[in-house]
């Protein structure tokens, strides 16, 4: 039985030691892009109650970018079509500054995004906190 305990306690503790950010830092986080995002479940919980200017934002890790039920300029559609798919990496530099991000992705210096928010920092701790309320990723 103890080792049993054990064994799950070493499960639980894998999950967070991949991730570098801290969710409970990324919850606090989480209240400069409520103006604009929502978490709400796909069986309609709401997790974060938000705005409607962007895309809700439950379930993003795995996601293909520009996926969720929202008008998204077309940059951000034609990045997701060509491949992008949010991880940690790509999502911290997409809110560092969005706009820079989908031109590199894009190879194209007329790239446009429609979220005009950058994030200076914290991104890593975001992404942790979205991960820790979204399913598990495949
Ligand atoms: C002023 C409003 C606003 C704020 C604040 C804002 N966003 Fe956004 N966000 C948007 C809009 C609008 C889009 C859609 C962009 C497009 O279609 O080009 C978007 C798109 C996104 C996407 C792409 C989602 C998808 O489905 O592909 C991510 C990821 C994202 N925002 C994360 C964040 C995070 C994290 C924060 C807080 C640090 C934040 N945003 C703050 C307006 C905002």
Request: glycine share 12%.
């Amino acid at each position: 039985m103890k080792r049993l305990i054990a064994t799950a306690a070493l499960a639980m503790l894998a999950v967070p030691a991949f991730a570098e950010g801290d969710a409970a830092k990324g919850e606090k986080g989480f209240k400069k892009c409520k103006s604009c995002h929502m978490i709400v479940s796909d069986d309609g919980e709401t997790i974060v109650k938000g705005g409607k200017t962007g895309p809700n934002l439950f379930g993003l890790p795995g996601r293909a970018a520009g996926t969720a039920d929202f008008k998204y300029g077309a940059d951000l559609v034609a990045a997701g079509e060509a491949g992008l798919v949010w991880d940690e990496a790509n999502f911290v530099a997409y809110t560092t500054d969005p706009k820079a991000f989908l031109q590199e992705t894009l190879g194209s210096t007329s790239a446009k995004s429609k979220m005009s928010f950058k994030l200076k920092k914290g991104g890593e701790d975001i992404w942790a906190y979205l991960v820790s309320v979204s399913p598990a990723a495949e």
